[in-house]
């Protein structure tokens, strides 16, 4: 019986071929595993995660503050090459504070948020001067307990769990109940609350929705999320200093997925910012983006190491797998398994092909990397890519799971 690949992705046109190999960060993949002297391993491309943020300044509003958010890709290398290039960082954790606080980025431009955050975050962040996204009314109240105490006066801007929602979303966080923010009907009883404690409020967090591919959906919510500020604006104790009206910029990573119109974005929200500066014309208005900014320039690389047949099917078997890159092995947040784009590394230009699955040495089924792709014909020792690994590869993935060898990270 024959077996159907499944759909085929469009070639990956951010990294360029030279002979037989995949270049990246201008290396030929063999030479760069021969420096790494092992496999598998991440490594990512500053020039396009360089590429990525210019173009996206172009298509945005001049005025509009990019922020990073760590948590998609927080190799502290990264980090720092990021500071150079953006206007801000959101920090999940005071561990991402840390690598944060390590680099050149201006304390004024860094925020965190997050549920749960324990006293002892809290108050290394109000030591460290960053803006605290408040979560809920507990929250706040510690913030100033801890601002009293300390005689350090907290930055404080309100995270808002808004009524609508970020409409055809990977990930949604905002609309209905949820553990992000306080809902939006609380907001003047709590901008009552704050008016009356000595914190240095700042203004709103906004956060919706992650990976969403929908030019039509962001605009809304970034249209409501301005909308929702404007409306707020008499009850704030002072004027809007900065306005975080989130992301979910989304990656294309399966077949079928079109990238985003990031420009009909831009274009979009150019006019819905002019709207709200006339009401706060000292505001900042800012995305913070993660997946969008580095989620193309990584590749995950591993190597073949046993071929098999199994009734009918090829089976490649390669030194990595879940428990190095658990997204692309359809375990982070996929309700249908798809296969994320892959190639062989080392015969990109190879035109004898086959059906293939490549799994990893895990003993689960769930450990695979790739599933019926036609690829070209692979043999032992060969090199395995996945793309579209810069974001939520190597930090969202279970490493100790079965003791396998560690991997590591190279920042090209
Ligand atoms: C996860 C997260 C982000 C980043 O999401 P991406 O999809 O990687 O852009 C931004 N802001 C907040 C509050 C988050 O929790």
Redesign the pocket.
């Known amino acids: 019986m024959m077996t159907k690949a499944l759909p085929q992705h469009p070639p990956m046109a951010q990294f360029q071929v030279k002979g037989i190999d995949l270049i990246v960060g201008g290396i030929e993949l063999t030479r760069l595993v021969a420096r790494v002297g092992k496999t598998p391993f991440y490594v990512y491309d500053r020039q396009l995660i360089t590429d990525r943020v210019m173009a996206l300044r172009q298509q945005m509003p001049p005025d509009l503050k990019i922020?990073y958010?760590m948590?998609?890709n927080p190799m502290p290398a990264v980090v720092q090459h990021m500071a150079n290039i953006v206007d801000g960082f959101?920090l999940?954790s005071a561990g991402e504070m840390k690598v944060a606080l390590d680099t050149t980025m201006p304390v004024e431009h860094i925020s965190m948020?997050?549920p749960g955050k324990r006293p002892a975050e809290l108050m290394q962040a109000i030591a460290a001067g960053i803006t605290l996204?408040v979560e809920s009314s507990t929250e706040l109240e510690t913030i100033a307990q801890l601002s009293l105490q300390s005689g350090i006066q907290a930055r404080v801007a309100v995270?808002i769990n808004p009524a609508f929602e970020l409409k055809a979303s990977?990930?949604k966080?905002g609309g209905g109940p949820k553990q992000?923010g306080i809902d939006e009907e609380l907001l003047p009883e709590v901008l009552k609350r704050i008016k009356t404690l000595n914190l240095d409020f700042q203004g709103f967090?906004i956060?919706s929705?992650?990976?969403?591919l929908k030019a039509e959906s962001i605009i809304d919510a970034q249209q409501k999320s301005i909308d929702l500020a404007i409306r707020l604006s008499d009850f704030c104790p002072t004027p809007i200093k900065t306005l975080?009206i989130?992301?979910?910029?989304?990656i294309p990573y399966f077949p079928g997925d079109m990238p985003l119109d990031s420009q009909q974005v831009g274009d979009a929200l150019a006019v819905a910012m002019d709207k709200f500066q006339v009401i706060q014309p000292q505001a900042e208005v800012i995305i913070?983006?993660?997946?969008?900014?580095?989620?193309e320039a990584g590749i995950y690389v591993c190597r073949v190491i046993d071929k098999k047949i199994s009734r009918g099917q090829v089976f490649l078997v390669v030194d990595g797998g879940l428990h190095h890159h658990l997204a692309a092995s359809g375990n982070f947040g996929q309700v249908i398994r798809k296969n994320y784009p892959v190639a062989i590394g080392n015969k990109m230009k190879s035109q004898e092909k086959e059906i293939v699955n490549i799994v990893g040495p895990l003993c689960t089924p769930l450990d695979i990397l790739a599933d019926r792709m036609e690829l070209p014909v692979a043999d032992i020792g060969d090199l395995i890519v996945v793309f579209q690994s810069g974001?939520?590869g190597y930090s969202a993935s279970p490493h100790y799971f079965l003791s396998q060898p560690e991997t590591e990270q190279i920042l090209l």
């Open positions: 922020h958010a948590k998609a959101d999940a948020a997050g996204n995270r990977g990930m966080m992000f967090h956060y929705g992650s990976q969403n975080n989130g992301g979910g910029y989304g913070e983006l993660g997946r969008y900014l580095v989620g974001a939520y």
